[in-house]
């Protein structure tokens, strides 16, 4: 058990594979019930980080239907947020591609996919908002916003007003344990959370 009984902490989960089956909204088993409980809890501070590249790829491979537009993507968001019931936490969103061959290219090449991962950053932030217009949410197209870089959780951690060593990060995947660990904060599996074989 990892003890958040004394302080503010703050916790912070990963979406997809997290909270919700990938690319899906669809809660996983038993996250409702444990964020039921969290919530009660007056010294934690929730909110949930995600990598979304995906509308930047759906622009810059001509409208490919194997990416989502950042409609698509929005309102995915919207009613994961929506049937998490993690409407009032914040939430981070990063859009850069995360692709490092891209540097080998020109440079012409580089500047369209950052302006792509900008401009989808605006665009998503958009979709979103009109979805949920009361929803603390922070979309950037920041190469240090995507895990494994720790830009989300530095972000949080200012906002929410905690220090690092007072934030568990929960995810499902290298990058997420790599973002925690670089960052400072503890890192937890997110299929030891579920399965009540950590409790926070
Ligand atoms: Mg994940």
Redesign the pocket.
Known sequence: MITTSHNTWAIGF?????LVE?FQSEPLPAVLEHLAVLKQRSNLRLFVVSNQAGPVYHAMFAGSAKFPTCDQLAERIADAATRLGLLDVPWFVATWHGNSRIYDQPHEIVGAWAKASGEVADQLKFEIQRRLPDLALHVSGSPHWRKPEWGMLEQAAWLLGVSAVSMIFV???ET?KEAAIEYGAVYVDAEQWRSGEVVL
């Not at 990963?14 to 997290?18: A, P, W």
């Open positions: 990963d979406l997809d594979g997290t990938s995810g499902d995947m997420d």
